[in-house]
Structures are given as C-alpha cells and as structure tokens.
C-alpha cells in the first residue's frame, strides 16, 4: 500500500486509542503525534529545552506511565528505533528528546504545499500581495485553533477520573489563548502541566478539578521535581514521605499493589507497611467527614 492519511492529536484521548497496554506500532504512531511540528521549547527544573519541529521532549519515566510500559521495556523500544535509523535520542540531567528522523517525510503533503506557495508568490504582483496575506491571516488562524484544541483534549472529559472537568469549552479555549499570549507558559509547558497533572488524578483516584479552575491555578511543579526523581529511585520512600506530610493524600490500593510488579518494584515488607499506613489514613479521612 501506498500513500499515507491524516490523524488528528484528538485522538491520543480517545476510548479507542487508550488501552490496558500499549503495542509497539502504537507507541510509534503516539511518537510520531507527540512530536512538535513547529520549533519550541519548555522549561524543566529550571532548564531551558528547546524542542524543534519533529522532536518530542519525554522521559523514559513519562513513556513508561503513557505506554503502561516497564521502563526497560520502553528504553528497548527506543534502541530498537534507533537502530532502525528512524530516531535519534539525545539524553541530558533532566529529560530526553526524541528526534523523528524523518518526520517531514511524514508531512510531504504540506511540504508540496509550501512548495507550490512558493512559486506561486513569485509570480504574484503587488496587488495579489493583499491577497496572501489574508490567506496567510487564515492560515495562522487556523494553526493557534489547531494548537488550542490539541491543548484543550488533552483535559479529559470522559475517563476513569472522575468529575464533569471540561465544560463550557469555548471559555476554556479563550483562557488557553490568553495563557499562551501573555507568555505565562510555552505550548509544550502548558501540555506537560495538564498531561501530569490528570496522570497524578488517575494514580491517586482523586477528582479532577473542574478545567476553568484548574487554567485559573496552574500548579508549580518546580518544587515537584525533587518527589518526582525520589519516585523514580525510591517509590517506598517517595510513598511514605506522601502520605505523613500531604495532609488529604490517600493511594489507590491497586496502585502500591501494583508497584510490586514493575522494575521499581517494592518488597513485601514495604508493601505490608505502606498498605496498612494508607488504610489508617484512608479510614481518618472518612471519620474526619
């Protein structure tokens, strides 16, 4: 078969796409809508990454978390793709980006058309000048849509989370244009912050904030950056440190269970202790109400 077809970032939070575990041709696809097509850049403990067209800037920990994959099963993933001369990895203290090595080739159709535009300026007059630039107009306006909606997706509005999170979508949308003009937060930092913020909901089985609030309040999560590596190194001590000093913070059960099953896993020992600490807490909290 020849050819290729379009796919809309939509569907990285669809039902249909979403599943238990992902498989290696979806990872590659979710790889390849994950990736900027224009230059930008994000800030991570304080670190500038600049992330052009084509790359992605992803942990092995955040793939991990989005795949439902092992972290070594993720880092063989990425060898394996590199071997294949299809991306390039370059890692650094704080993150890793991806380069998709040939993403333009992935965009041909709007490489032609930047092409065919080309020549057709040329040959324009000053008088067709106008024109373009109302056509030019148009098509940045229909980028920053096609940037706010692939924003605005990424908050669920049907999910294992619970809560009505994302309604009265066009005030939403507004406030996304107004977070991105006042360069509070670059596309990619605002994307991170939203896509965390509803994997640490679903971890814990907490609510999701309805989105108008959640846009109002943009969680800081420099000073997170620390509990983050400790939950990388340690879960058991990353959990432990959650539940003595976050005065409402509970775990899903399933959750610590789950940990005994993965590379961080957590001896028997650490599961019993932090089990019987996060039932005490649980059974507080509901007494307190």
């Not at 058309?113 to 098509?139: C, L």
């Not at 908050?155 to 977070?179: F, L, W």
Request: with cysteine; net charge positive; aromatic share 10%.
């Amino acid at each position: 078969m020849e050819g290729w077809i379009k796919l809309h970032r939509s569907l990285l939070e669809s039902d249909f796409w979403k599943c238990e575990t992902f498989s290696r041709g979806q990872a590659w696809v979710d790889l390849l809508m994950l990736a900027n097509f224009k230059d930008s850049f994000f800030y991570k403990r304080g670190v500038k990454i600049d992330v052009k067209r084509g790359q992605l800037g992803r942990s092995e920990v955040e793939l991990s978390d989005r795949w439902k994959w092992s972290r070594s099963k993720v880092r063989k993933f990425l060898k394996d793709l590199e071997k294949e001369q299809q991306i390039k990895v370059v890692k650094s203290s704080v993150t890793q980006v991806i380069t998709i090595i040939k993403y333009n080739d992935f965009q041909s159709e709007e490489q032609q058309k930047d092409i065919k535009r080309t020549a057709k300026e040329q040959q324009k007059d000053s008088k067709k000048t106008h024109i373009k630039k109302g056509n030019n107009d148009k098509k940045e306006k229909n980028e920053e849509e096609d940037i706010i909606n692939d924003i605005y997706s990424l908050y669920p509005t049907n999910c294992p989370v619970k809560g009505n999170s994302n309604d009265k979508g066009k005030a939403n949308k507004e406030q996304i244009k107004r977070i991105l003009k006042s360069k509070e937060e670059t596309v990619d930092s605002l994307k991170a912050k939203i896509e965390r913020y509803v994997r640490e909901c679903k971890s814990s089985n907490t609510f999701l904030k309805n989105f108008k609030t959640f846009l109002n309040n943009l969680p800081d999560y420099s000073e997170e950056e620390k509990k983050d590596e400790l939950k990388e190194v340690n879960p058991y001590l990353w959990i432990k440190k959650q539940l003595e000093e976050e005065p409402k913070k509970t775990f899903n059960s399933s959750y610590i269970n789950s940990l005994r099953h993965k590379e961080m896993k957590l001896s028997d020992e650490e599961f019993k202790e932090l089990s019987k600490m996060n039932n005490l807490k649980a059974e507080r909290l509901r007494f307190a109400k």
